[in-house]
């Protein structure tokens, strides 16, 4: 099956400083991204999402950019504040729509 | 507004009870999903069900079934919980044919 690697496991940065998140996938079949973030003690919840037939897709703050010659897509968050901290999760969907989730990321913004 | 919600938010059991976590979704949503998470594995699939009565078998399986009746129901039980399922189990939802899930927000199960 599908093998999704995240990394780093966990990431301080000062307020106003950029964060990447990076995450790789196994299967060439995959074609939807999704991120998701998750505060302390909430759920998980879609912040932004990319398909395969997209190489970079923007939100505000939020960017996510996608190779698929490498099979890699990170998260871009830039002008970092303390309310981005959070644990980042990155998703590859194979077909039949079951999701493989990478292990997360634990953001810290330092003011 | 999606809404999903849990049964509980925190539970504690026994080693060898049968422990019930229910699942609604009041957006008539086809899909459902179970998920445990724990720290450094992530997010990892249990079972999921594309219509009532329907059920799929997902990473780990072992030790679970699941339930669903109802389209917004979707159970999770532990027939004879163990330590090991010390977790939080997560629960999501998506329409058919759309790939964003819409989370639950967990119930955090101690198996003593």
């Known amino acids: 099956g599908e093998n999704v690697e995240q990394h780093p496991s966990t990431l301080s940065v000062q307020e106003g400083d950029s964060a990447v998140i990076k995450c790789t996938y196994s299967?060439?079949?995959?074609?939807?991204f999704p991120w998701y973030k998750q505060e302390l003690g909430k759920r998980p919840q879609l912040i932004i999402d990319?398909?395969?037939?997209?190489g970079e897709k923007k939100d505000q703050r939020i960017a996510v950019t996608l190779n698929k010659t490498a099979k890699h897509f990170s998260l871009h968050i830039t002008e970092t504040q303390p309310e981005d901290s959070a644990v980042y999760f990155c998703?590859?969907?194979?077909?039949?729509?079951?999701?493989?989730f990478g292990t997360g990321t634990s953001l810290t913004v330092i003011p | 507004d999606v809404k999903v919600t849990q049964s509980s938010r925190y539970l504690v059991k026994r080693t060898g009870e049968k422990v019930f976590l229910e699942c609604v979704q009041d957006?008539?949503?086809?899909?459902m999903f179970w998920y445990r998470q724990d720290p450094g594995l992530g997010l990892r699939l249990i079972y999921f069900?594309?219509?009532?009565?329907?059920?799929e078998k997902g990473d780990i399986p072992e030790g679970y079934s699941v339930s669903r009746e109802k389209k917004e129901r979707f159970s999770l039980i532990l027939e004879s919980a163990s330590t090991n399922q010390t977790s939080m189990y997560l629960c999501?939802?998506?329409?058919?044919?759309?790939?964003?899930?819409?989370f639950g927000p967990g119930t955090r199960l101690l198996v003593l």
């Open positions: 999501a939802s998506s329409p058919a044919g759309v790939e964003t899930q819409y």
């Open positions: 299967d060439s079949a995959s074609n939807y």
């Open positions: 990319i398909r395969s037939n997209v």
């Open positions: 998703a590859a969907l194979q077909t039949g729509n079951q999701f493989y």
């Open positions: 957006m008539d949503h086809e899909n």
């Open positions: 069900s594309y219509d009532v009565k329907m059920k």
